[in-house]
């Protein structure tokens, strides 16, 4: 994890009940790919945080997985 996203978590997990944060290679590698499939296909790239966005909220607040809910965001089908 490239050092200035490394802090960014190391300073998240002091939010209160935020503790254990983690981003795998392969968490991360699904997220920049629901980014990108979300800058291009929807023609606008502020869509891309936000639904990375929305995703995290969505796994935070189920018992869905990462997977689950990039799959679920791109109406059904896995990231390409």
Not at 19 to 31: I, N, Q, V
Not at 47 to 72: D, F, H, K, M, Q
């Amino acid at each position: 994890m490239p050092d200035w996203l490394e802090e960014a978590r190391q300073r998240l997990e002091s939010v209160e009940g935020a503790g254990g944060l983690a981003l795998s290679s392969k968490d991360a590698e699904l997220l920049l790919q629901l980014a990108r499939i979300a800058a291009h296909d929807s023609g606008e790239r502020t869509n891309a945080p936000l639904v990375c966005y929305l995703v995290g909220l969505a796994v935070g607040r189920s018992t869905a997985t990462l997977e689950t809910a990039v799959e679920i965001a791109l109406g059904g089908k896995a990231p390409r």
